[in-house]
C-alpha cells in the first residue's frame, strides 16, 4: 500500500484498512496541531488509489472496515470521492463501513444531497474536530471556523445520516478561559448531538505554534486537576439524546467511558471523586498523543 508521512488514524479504526487518499491537512493552520508540520497537501492520483484497493482486495478479503486518511480527505472533490467508494463497493464487499476524517472546510464543499450519496456508497462515519465551542477559543487557535459553523457543517453530516465522532480538547482554551470553553464546547455539542464524543487533553507538541506561546509565557497550560474540572463542566453542559463521551485517550488524567445520558451523575460523581484525591491520576510520564 501506498503510504507517504506519518498516517493518522481514530483509535477506533486500529482494525481498519487504511486507504490514503490524500497526504496532509488542507487546512495545517491550528496552532497546537503539529500532525502535518512540514508536509503540504495534496490528492493522491486515481491509479495509486485504485492499486491500493486493488492490492487491499487481495490481501484483506475479510475486512469490515476501511479508513480513508489523510487530515481532511472529506475536501475530495465529490467525483473522486464516489469513484472510491464505488470501487470500494465493488471489489471489498465485506466493507461495511467507511470513515473519514472531516473538518468545516470540507463539509463545506458538500451538500447534503452529496453527502447522502456517499453514505448510501458506505461512508458511515466522518470524525470531525470541534477542539472547542467557545468563538474566543476557536480564534486562538486557527480552527478557521466558529461554533454557529461547527453545528452547522456537522448538521449537515447528520441530516445525511452520516454518523460522527467528535473531537474535544481540554486545556486548549488555556488557564484563564477553561471553564468557559467547558461550558461553550457542552453547548455546542448538545447542538450537534453526535453519536460519540471523544475527549483529548492538550499535550503541547514542539513545532507549533502553541508550543512558542507557551515557551513565551503567553499561553499557560491548565494542570491534571484544572482539566479535570474542565472535563466535569464539559460533561454536566453536554446533553446528548444518546452518545457516548469518551475520556479514555492516552492522553487524559482520568479514563472516562459515559454513556449520555444514563451515565452523566455516575461520571460526575467518579470525577468528584479524583479532585477530592481519592482516585489515582495517569502521570504525566504515561501521557501520549
Ligand atoms: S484541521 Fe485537524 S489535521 Fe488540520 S491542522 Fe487542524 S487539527 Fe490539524
Redesign the pocket.
Given at each position: 500500500m501506498y503510504y507517504q508521512g506519518t498516517v493518522?488514524r481514530p483509535p477506533s479504526e486500529a482494525d481498519s484498512i487504511l486507504l490514503q487518499v490524500t497526504t496532509g491537512?488542507?487546512?495545517?493552520?491550528?496552532t497546537?496541531?503539529g500532525?502535518?508540520k512540514g508536509q503540504r497537501f495534496t490528492i493522491t492520483s486515481e491509479e495509486i488509489v485504485f492499486a491500493d484497493i486493488d492490492y487491499a482486495a487481495r490481501h484483506f478479503p475479510h475486512a469490515r472496515r476501511l479508513f480513508l486518511c489523510?487530515?481532511?480527505a472529506l475536501i475530495l472533490p465529490q467525483a473522486r470521492l464516489r469513484a472510491i467508494l464505488e470501487r470500494i463497493q465493488a471489489i471489498l464487499p465485506r466493507v461495511s463501513r467507511v470513515g473519514i476524517?472531516a473538518?468545516c472546510?470540507s463539509l463545506k464543499t458538500k451538500t447534503v444531497a452529496d453527502l447522502e450519496e456517499l453514505r448510501r456508497l458506505g461512508l458511515g462515519i466522518a470524525y470531525m474536530?470541534l477542539?472547542s465551542g467557545d468563538d474566543q477559543t476557536l480564534a486562538a487557535i486557527n480552527?478557521?471556523a466558529t461554533a454557529a459553523d461547527m453545528i452547522a457543517m456537522a448538521g449537515k453530516a447528520r441530516a445525511a445520516g452520516i454518523k460522527l465522532s467528535v473531537t474535544v480538547l481540554l486545556g486548549v482554551a488555556g488557564a484563564e478561559r477553561s471553564l468557559i470553553h467547558a461550558e461553550a464546547t457542552g453547548r455546542v455539542l448538545s447542538a450537534i448531538d453526535p453519536e460519540y464524543v471523544g475527549a483529548l487533553s492538550l499535550m503541547i507538541e514542539p513545532e507549533t505554534k502553541l508550543y512558542a506561546d507557551v515557551q513565551a509565557g503567553r499561553f499557560v497550560v491548565p494542570g491534571p486537576l484544572s482539566i479535570l474540572r474542565e472535563l466535569r463542566a464539559m460533561i454536566a453542559a453536554t446533553h446528548l439524546k444518546n452518545g457516548l463521551f469518551h475520556a479514555n485517550h492516552a492522553s487524559n488524567y482520568l479514563p472516562v467511558r459515559a454513556k449520555l445520558p444514563d451515565d452523566k451523575e455516575a461520571t460526575l460523581e467518579l470525577i468528584d471523586r479524583a479532585l477530592a484525591g481519592n482516585l489515582s491520576l495517569r502521570p504525566e510520564f504515561l501521557r501520549a498523543l
Open positions: 493518522y491537512c488542507s487546512h495545517n493552520k491550528c497546537f496541531c500532525m502535518y489523510d487530515g481532511d476524517y473538518n472546510k474536530g477542539e480552527k478557521g
